[in-house]
Nanobody
Framework: QVQLVESGGGLVQPGGSLRLSCAAS????????MGWYRQAPGKQREWVAT???????LYASSVRGRFTISRDNAKNMVYLQMNSLKSEDTAVYYC?????????WGQGTQVTVSS
């Protein structure tokens, strides 16, 4: 059984920063990529960032230059450093893993950007 557990969400003022963490555990075979998605109220879930096992990083245009994704392969963890946060970044953020035995999702962590 595979588990993804996110942490680090919360309330932050515009212009502030947050760091999300995701710990993957269980029988995950051959992780190809780890990343983050988000879903704002009334909107579809959208992709935010991905880091592949080969070290490539990809970002949605809306967060490029403000967010940084990183991984600790040895610990099966992925992080999302979010700087210069805007109100439109408010959403539930989900960790995602693509592996040899399927795709997995975390339960989500709420990020609220508001003054």
């Amino acid at each position: 059984q595979v588990q993804l557990v996110e942490s680090g969400g919360g309330l932050v003022q515009p212009g502030g920063s947050l760091r999300l963490s995701c710990a993957a555990s269980g029988s995950i075979f051959s992780i190809a990529a780890m990343g983050w998605y988000r879903q704002a109220p009334g909107k579809q879930r959208e992709w935010v960032a991905t880091r592949t096992s080969g070290g490539n990083t990809l970002y949605a245009s809306s967060v490029r230059g403000r967010f940084t994704i990183s991984r600790d392969n040895a610990k099966n963890m992925v992080y999302l450093q979010m700087n210069s946060l805007k109100s439109e970044d408010t959403a539930v953020y989900y960790c995602h893993v693509r592996s040899g035995n399927g795709d997995y999702w975390g339960q989500g962590t709420q990020v609220t950007v508001s003054s």
